[in-house]
């Protein structure tokens, strides 16, 4: 099977399996990343083929909707095996996308290929700016979290089941991670983008506390 139509297996493989997803993982976060990563490996020079299927896979087995904190990977590495992929592809796939993500910043996600970085920088980028703070506040619906509650402190996550079970309001998310991202980024061509992103948000949090404390000018 030649590479253009792997990519597309794997295109309908994984909008199969998210199409209903509904705590932000759904197939359009997925076709998001995918075409950010795809612009931003020509831009860095990374292998286009790697990125793909890396950006296309990156959410199918993901650690929160298991109930182990591991970082297994079967459901990808069977569907990689389906379509005979060199064994090359399927190790550096899997590799990125067992350490691509985030995990409230509790673990190592360090990514040392030029594709990995790209594939992580694209995800992150879908996680701020307009997008970003739509797909919080979806995410925290789905965990039944509130909007805001200004008694509550802020958490410094120590341990990914405090990340995973944690109570807090959406609003803290912001602080948890996606006010971090803009200087997490790996590329050139991702910070650039995370710029404009960023500040979004902190408009957004501007108006959102002088509405919550009735101080708008009128
Ligand atoms: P990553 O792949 O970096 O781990 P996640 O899968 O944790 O990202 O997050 C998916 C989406 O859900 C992102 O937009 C993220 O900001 C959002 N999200 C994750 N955890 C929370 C949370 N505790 N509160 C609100 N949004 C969250
Ligand atoms: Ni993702």
Not at 39 to 60: C, G, P, R, T, W
Not at 140 to 145: D, T
Not at 169 to 191: R, W
């Amino acid at each position: 099977m030649n590479k253009d139509l792997m990519i597309e297996k794997t295109k309908l493989f994984v909008k199969d399996k998210l199409e209903y997803e509904g705590s932000g993982h759904d197939w359009f976060h997925i076709e998001r990343v995918y075409k950010l990563a795809k612009y931003i490996a020509q831009k860095e020079n990374a292998d286009s083929f790697i990125v793909e299927m890396s950006a296309l896979l990156h959410d199918i087995d993901d650690w929160k909707f298991s109930n182990t904190n591991d970082t297994k990977t079967t459901v990808t590495e069977n569907f990689l095996k389906s379509i005979n992929i060199d064994n090359e592809s399927f190790k550096k796939i899997i590799k990125i996308i067992q350490t691509i993500s985030f995990k409230g910043g509790v673990v190592d996600s360090t990514q040392h290929t030029i594709e990995g970085k790209v594939v992580q920088d694209a995800d992150r980028l879908d996680a701020i700016g307009a997008i970003g703070i739509a797909r919080a506040f979806t995410y925290g619906g789905s965990k039944s979290r509130i909007i805001y509650d200004p008694n509550l402190k802020p958490i410094d996550f120590k341990s990914l089941n405090e990340v995973k079970n944690s109570q807090n309001h959406t609003i803290n998310h912001f602080y948890e991670k996606l006010l971090k991202l803009k200087d997490l980024m790996n590329t050139n061509t991702a910070k650039e983008i995370a710029q404009k992103r960023h500040k979004f948000m902190e408009d957004f949090l501007n108006v959102f506390y002088s509405e919550w404390n009735f101080n708008e000018q009128y």
